[in-house]
């Protein structure tokens, strides 16, 4: 099994408990951006980097909704820490379901971070690390895009959306030296989805983040955490209609 690609770690949404805990496992010896917004607030998040062996931490101020920082954003990265090895997107929104259905505002607000941003940072990473001839690149997607739910169609609608332009990004990298993960992950228990019961199948982040940074040394193009999701998907399409609308979330 190889290791992950040269060079410096950066990761988008430097408090998410799922990539702090991939990044955990590869930053030994390397160089880690975490990019968040209130960066001079990650304190806790760079000690716990350094504590796992990474060899600096640095942290820039990033907003994932505001389009035009990126790509002057991580030009900048590139420029000042060198080639990029590992980029893994881990910032994103659940929302709310019942206001996104009476404010299209806030409907828009949820596919605004969710697709829209990821698709943004997602062509300047690929376009940067196709100039360098290699990088990973890890994608966090979502059942919940697989077959879209009644009961949580906002935040799946972005994460079913964030699934074909990955799949269709990755099939453009083949051959440029570029790897990507898309990663299809089930309930994970953590901040993200506090106060809500967790669903048959349930992950924690550093379950997660253990299929992560596999997938990443195989250069696995995607993979369902758990690994039972698959055949249960296959399942989940043939159920009627009638009955799908009925799901929970």
Request: hydrophobic share 50%; charged share 20%; net charge positive.
């Amino acid at each position: 099994m190889r290791d992950v690609d040269d060079g410096v770690i950066v990761l988008l949404g430097g408090r998410s408990e799922i990539g702090l805990e991939v990044v955990r496992r590869i930053c030994a010896g390397r160089d880690v951006i975490l990019a968040a917004r209130r960066s001079a607030d990650l304190a806790a998040e760079c000690a716990e980097l350094r504590g796992a062996g990474a060899r600096a931490v640095h942290t820039v101020e990033f907003d994932a909704d505001d389009l035009g920082s990126h790509q002057p954003l991580l030009e900048q990265v590139a420029a000042e820490h060198g080639r990029i090895g590992v980029a893994v997107l881990a910032f994103g929104v659940l929302g709310d379901q019942a206001a996104a259905e009476r404010d299209p505002a806030a409907a828009v607000a949820v596919l605004q971070t969710d697709f829209i941003a990821q698709v943004n940072v997602l062509t300047v990473l690929a376009n940067l690390l196709r100039a360098q001839g290699s990088g990973q690149l890890v994608v966090f997607g979502s059942v919940a895009g697989v077959r879209v739910r009644r009961a949580n169609y906002v935040y799946g609608s972005g994460k079913a959306g964030l699934h074909g332009f990955a799949s269709g990004l990755s099939d453009a990298l083949h051959g440029s030296g570029v790897h990507l993960l898309l990663v299809r992950s089930g309930f994970v228990i953590g901040r993200m989805t506090a106060g809500m019961s967790p669903a048959p199948l349930s992950r924690t982040p550093d379950q997660v983040a253990e299929a992560v940074v596999t997938g990443l040394r195989r250069r696995t193009g995607q993979i369902w955490v758990p690994r039972a999701l698959g055949a249960a998907y296959v399942v989940a399409r043939l159920v009627p209609r009638a009955l799908w609308r009925r799901m929970p979330r």
